[in-house]
């Protein structure tokens, strides 16, 4: 973190700052002022992405739901995911096996606890619905935060604190301070080679299996019977772990934690200012190359005290951390 702070200093940039609850010190983050090819709406319900009664998260018809192998934890928030393209167009799968979104690609995220999840017909609390906007092939970002009442989500760029209580699934009683980002810090985590970039919805994130109208479909070809997403042979898709399912090797677990939890700034394309180069989190890369087996107390370490990641959660993921824990014991 110090390095990081040093190296902002030199800079001589405008900063804007996020407060974390558990530290004395402040975070510095640039403006990054990355363009804007788009004008966000001052309302969520603008862009008709749920049908019915909005709190009950129904999607529209043209929106079509995404699921993951892997996710990224955030104060254990449930999500739901969401797609549109324009009609007549198609996500595309590369040459090099990424995925290619099409201008007028709509991503939604959104966050929400049940209030026990032992029950989740006790209802929910949905906080913030997150939007990433192709257009002239430049992703543009925005955060939308709901209302009390769960009937309107309203843009909101600076950032919001609320606080939140839930039971979880073994009827304890949690809480915490959730922070809505300000526009910079999803910049800071959505960036790759200084522009704005999905982190979730890869080829290797999505080809899982998902129950839809009541069937159980590989989730990249119900995609593709809906016309939305390009043919091609699964089979050349590679595949992410789920991390939270123990009955699967610890290596690919531990590897996939980092890929979604860490990876996103620990990568040779994205944010400049992360603390350590050294490390190369991404799923994909060999072992030998990623720097995890020369920087393991270090991983422990700031994972354990909360000093990574330092952006995008309050709460330490007492799983995640355990999880890491064994994975790196294991080396």
């Known amino acids: 973190m110090r390095k990081t702070l040093a190296c902002l200093v030199v800079w001589g940039m405008i900063f804007s700052s996020c407060t974390r609850d558990d530290f004395d010190g ?50 254990y928030a449930r999500k739901q995911r969401l797609v549109k393209v324009p009609l007549g167009t198609q996500m595309e799968r590369l040459n090099d096996g990424s995925l290619d979104f099409p201008n007028g690609t709509i991503l939604t995220k959104t966050f929400f606890y049940y209030n026990d999840e032992r029950d989740t017909s006790l209802g929910k609390r949905i906080i913030e619905t997150r939007l990433l906007i192709k257009e002239n092939e430049k992703w543009n ?32 009683n949690r809480s915490t301070v959730y922070h809505v980002p300000t526009e910079n810090e999803c910049m800071t985590c959505h960036q790759s080679n200084s522009s704005m970039t999905p982190i979730g919805p890869t080829l290797r994130n999505l080809n899982k299996e998902v129950v839809r109208n009541s069937s159980t479909v590989n989730q990249l070809s119900h ?15 590679p595949q992410i772990v789920d991390y939270h399912d123990s009955n699967l090797p610890i290596s690919e677990r531990g590897r996939a934690y980092l890929a979604m939890n860490c990876a996103h700034c620990h990568n040779p394309t994205g944010w400049d200012a992360t603390e350590e180069r050294d490390f190369d989190f991404r799923y994909d890369i060999p072992l030998s190359e990623t720097g995890i087996p020369f920087g393991k107390d270090k991983i422990i370490n700031q994972v354990t005290s909360r000093e990574m990641p330092f952006i995008g959660t309050t709460v330490l993921d007492d799983e995640g951390a355990a999880l890491l824990v064994e994975y790196i014991e294991s080396l």
């Open 26 to 75: 402040r975070i510095e983050i640039p403006d990054f002022n990355f363009p804007k090819t788009i004008v966000f709406q001052d309302s969520l319900s603008f862009y008709n992405i749920f049908q019915g009664t909005a709190a009950d998260l129904v999607p529209s018809n043209d929106f079509q739901l995404l699921e993951l192998s892997s996710i990224l934890f955030t104060d």
């Open 141 to 172: 970002i925005a955060t939308y935060l709901w209302n009390e009442e769960q009937t309107e989500a309203l843009l909101t760029l600076d950032g919001h604190d609320t606080q939140v209580n839930w039971i979880n699934d073994l009827g304890i």
């Open 223 to 237: 995609l593709q019977a809906l016309g939305i997403l390009s043919p091609f042979q699964l089979s050349e898709v």
